[in-house]
């Protein structure tokens, strides 16, 4: 069933990303599309290019205290913290309901609290067949002695890389961070372990504060920015990393449009991942590949893949 | 696009009428197509004009081609909501979450909302009176100042109280059906002597179950108000490491 559906890379909207086929490249981002079920009471999932299923950890994890969701002038800021069923019962419940109603491989989101347990986690993930790429986040703002502190040391960045890359031949795809002085220095160092790709930007780190009570909003105190607000910043980061490493990149943030979705390509991106966008409306991932065509035209590019970095130099 | 078979549905509203309740409240009447809602306690999610989020109100009251949301404002999103003209056309997303549950073997409920908790009350109300059930009304406010919304309970038993506890205490009943804050359904979930169902109105991401935003923690684990709920039976929440703002 997998190979029926597995998208060919070809056509005006296809790409390809660590050598397999994506008939479009839009990807929802992980944690805004839980396991896929929610948005298929919306659409036909198989429209999509691909998704990125929720954070999953070894263990079940239960996630920040509540409140965990705030606006933001151009966005929204969330400090879920990783809450997810954990590796044994993603495998056991949640692909095989996904499955049915996607066709196509899947990036399966890892998150973890050491470098064994990254590679643990996406061992038992990797085996699963819907499983095309592993994405291993390194850039969860929200989670104490894990996550993003992975993501702004560049030998701690390595080091998760090579051990993942030691568990697997699917190919591996880093999730970094944009919280860091130089994310080249992190893009860098992941290329040098063996990363396949890599994936941003994660959310920024960001609070608000509630006049009435003059206590932070999220009971965590701080949080990730998502929306279009970062979509600035993350577009400037896949122009930088484009320039530094000549691994397949995914533009991250803040894309809620086919126009976005051009110019993230333009910057360097192979794929684009929406996040925020999905969350107000759950339909916008259909609405943006719809629009790609039309888009395309207006601009006069014939094809997608052709301009993947194509607003560069080089 | 939509699958209607499966419960949510993206449409869109027109504001017909705004009127006040109280100094902070309002109730606006949409019209629009309403097929997804199935039973009260269910939610809507606004788009509103200048947001980002979508705001998650309680369904009020509906009926085929609309339905009313008693909105307070709290914040800078249900401000806008408040001054909308009529007119105004909305995108909202209808039929979300898990409602009550009606019992017809319990013939006497009392219905307990806890501030502008009591908006999906009406609704209940109306249809457990048409089901032959003569429900007694309980409001709670802090202040009597802020008292509102009796008058949207025409003909019942309907009481005002400060302490909703004690006046819960004190009156006479074999079943509860509430709505307000996380915090107070919860006490009163472990307070209560009777079968009951608490619904939760707690900050929302999307209101569709994907972010995870509004997961509390029930005595079978993680659950999501938006999905899950927002209504819980009474024994999901007796454990004492249920919700209370998740603490760990």
């Given at each position: 069933?997998?190979?029926?559906?597995?998208?060919?890379?070809?056509?005006?909207?296809?790409?390809?990303?660590?050598?397999?086929?994506?008939d479009?490249?839009?990807?929802?981002?992980?944690?805004t599309?839980?396991?896929?079920k929610?948005?298929?009471?919306?659409?036909?999932?198989?429209?999509?290019?691909?998704?990125s299923?929720?954070?999953?950890?070894?263990?079940?994890?239960?996630?920040?205290?509540l409140?965990?969701?705030?606006?933001?002038?151009?966005?929204?800021?969330?400090?879920?913290?990783?809450?997810?069923?954990?590796?044994?019962?993603?495998?056991?419940?949640?692909?095989?309901?996904?499955?049915?109603?996607?066709?196509?491989?899947?990036?399966?989101?890892?998150?973890?609290?050491?470098?064994?347990?990254?590679?643990?986690?996406?061992a038992?993930?990797?085996?699963?067949?819907?499983?095309?790429?592993?994405?291993?986040n390194i850039?969860?703002?929200?989670?104490?002695g894990?996550?993003?502190?992975?993501?702004?040391?560049?030998?701690?960045?390595?080091?998760?890389?090579?051990?993942?890359?030691?568990?697997?031949?699917?190919?591996?795809?880093?999730?970094?961070?944009?919280n860091?002085?130089?994310?080249?220095?992190?893009?860098?160092?992941?290329?040098?372990?063996?990363?396949?790709?890599?994936c941003?930007?994660?959310?920024?780190?960001?609070?608000?504060?509630?006049?009435?009570?003059?206590r932070?909003?999220?009971?965590?105190?701080?949080?990730?920015?998502s929306g279009p607000?970062?979509?600035?910043?993350a577009?400037?980061?896949?122009?930088?990393?484009?320039?530094a490493?000549?691994?397949?990149l995914?533009?991250?943030?803040?894309?809620s449009?086919?126009a976005?979705?051009?110019?993230?390509?333009l910057?360097?991106?192979?794929?684009?991942?929406?996040?925020?966008?999905?969350?107000?409306?759950?339909?916008?991932?259909?609405k943006?590949?719809?629009a790609?065509?039309e888009?395309?035209?207006?601009?006069?590019?014939?094809?997608?893949k052709?301009?993947?970095?194509?607003?560069?130099?080089? | 696009?939509?699958?209607?078979?499966?419960?949510?549905?993206?449409?869109?509203?027109?504001?017909?009428?705004?009127?006040?309740?109280?100094?902070?409240?309002?109730?606006?009447?949409?019209?629009?197509?309403?097929?997804?809602?199935?039973v009260?306690g269910?939610f809507?999610?606004?788009?509103?004009?200048?947001?980002?989020?979508?705001?998650?109100?309680?369904?009020?009251?509906?009926?085929?081609?609309?339905?009313?949301?008693?909105?307070?404002?709290?914040?800078?999103?249900?401000e806008?909501?408040?001054?909308?003209?009529?007119?105004?056309?909305l995108?909202?997303?209808?039929?979300?979450?898990?409602?009550f549950?009606?019992?017809?073997?319990?013939?006497?409920?009392?219905?307990?909302?806890?501030?502008?908790?009591?908006?999906?009350?009406?609704?209940?109300?109306?249809r457990?009176?048409?089901?032959?059930?003569?429900?007694?009304?309980?409001?709670g406010?802090?202040?009597?100042?802020?008292?509102?919304?009796?008058?949207?309970?025409?003909?019942?038993?309907?009481?005002?109280?400060?302490?909703?506890?004690?006046?819960?205490?004190?009156?006479?009943?074999?079943?509860?059906?509430?709505?307000g804050?996380?915090?107070?359904?919860?006490?009163?979930?472990?307070?209560?002597?009777?079968?009951?169902?608490?619904?939760?109105?707690?900050r929302m991401?999307?209101?569709?179950?994907a972010?995870?935003?509004?997961?509390?923690?029930?005595?079978?684990?993680?659950?999501?108000?938006?999905?899950?709920?927002?209504?819980?039976?009474?024994?999901?929440?007796?454990?004492?490491?249920?919700?209370?703002?998740?603490?760990?």
């Amino acid at each position: 069933m997998l190979t029926e559906k597995l998208g060919t890379g070809g056509g005006r909207l296809g790409v390809t990303l660590c050598g397999i086929g994506l008939d479009n490249p839009v990807i929802p981002a992980s944690g805004t599309f839980g396991y896929g079920k929610e948005f298929a009471a919306f659409y036909d999932l198989d429209v999509l290019g691909s998704l990125s299923f929720k954070g999953t950890t070894r263990r079940e994890r239960e996630g920040n205290p509540l409140p965990r969701i705030a606006e933001a002038p151009a966005g929204m800021l969330n400090s879920v913290g990783l809450q997810n069923p954990g590796a044994e019962k993603v495998l056991a419940e949640e692909l095989p309901a996904l499955r049915e109603r996607f066709h196509k491989p899947v990036l399966a989101n890892v998150s973890g609290f050491s470098v064994e347990e990254y590679a643990e986690t996406c061992a038992m993930l990797a085996e699963d067949a819907s499983v095309g790429w592993l994405e291993v986040n390194i850039s969860c703002p929200n989670v104490h002695g894990g996550g993003m502190s992975f993501g702004t040391d560049p030998k701690q960045a390595a080091a998760v890389t090579a051990a993942v890359k030691k568990v697997t031949d699917k190919p591996v795809i880093m999730k970094l961070t944009p919280n860091v002085t130089d994310i080249t220095e992190i893009a860098r160092a992941c290329e040098g372990a063996g990363a396949d790709g890599l994936c941003l930007i994660n959310t920024v780190s960001a609070m608000r504060i509630d006049l009435r009570t003059r206590r932070p909003v999220l009971k965590n105190t701080t949080g990730g920015l998502s929306g279009p607000g970062i979509f600035p910043i993350a577009l400037r980061a896949v122009w930088q990393v484009y320039e530094a490493v000549t691994i397949p990149l995914i533009g991250c943030g803040g894309v809620s449009s086919a126009a976005d979705v051009i110019e993230m390509m333009l910057a360097g991106a192979t794929a684009v991942e929406v996040g925020a966008a999905g969350l107000r409306d759950p339909l916008a991932c259909p609405k943006i590949i719809a629009a790609l065509e039309e888009t395309m035209d207006r601009y006069g590019i014939r094809e997608l893949k052709e301009i993947i970095g194509g607003a560069h130099d080089r | 696009m939509v699958n209607e078979k499966l419960g949510p549905r993206d449409g869109r509203f027109r504001l017909a009428e705004s009127s006040a309740l109280s100094a902070t409240v309002r109730l606006l009447r949409l019209t629009g197509d309403t097929g997804a809602i199935r039973v009260p306690g269910q939610f809507v999610s606004v788009s509103v004009p200048g947001k980002f989020l979508r705001r998650p109100f309680s369904v009020c009251d509906w009926d085929e081609g609309w339905l009313t949301l008693l909105i307070e404002r709290v914040g800078a999103g249900t401000e806008l909501l408040h001054a909308l003209e009529p007119g105004t056309e909305l995108d909202v997303l209808t039929g979300l979450g898990y409602g009550f549950t009606l019992r017809p073997d319990r013939r006497e409920p009392v219905l307990v909302g806890c501030g502008s908790g009591l908006s999906p009350l009406v609704g209940l109300a109306r249809r457990l009176r048409a089901a032959g059930i003569e429900p007694k009304v309980l409001l709670g406010f802090r202040e009597e100042r802020a008292r509102f919304g009796a008058e949207l309970f025409p003909g019942m038993d309907v009481r005002y109280a400060e302490d909703v506890f004690k006046a819960l205490d004190e009156t006479a009943h074999d079943c509860f059906y509430a709505c307000g804050s996380e915090n107070v359904m919860t006490q009163l979930a472990r307070r209560e002597k009777t079968a009951g169902q608490v619904a939760f109105d707690v900050r929302m991401g999307c209101g569709f179950g994907a972010c995870m935003g509004c997961a509390i923690r029930t005595r079978d684990g993680m659950k999501r108000v938006c999905t899950d709920g927002p209504v819980f039976e009474k024994w999901e929440m007796i454990n004492e490491k249920c919700s209370m703002g998740n603490d760990q």
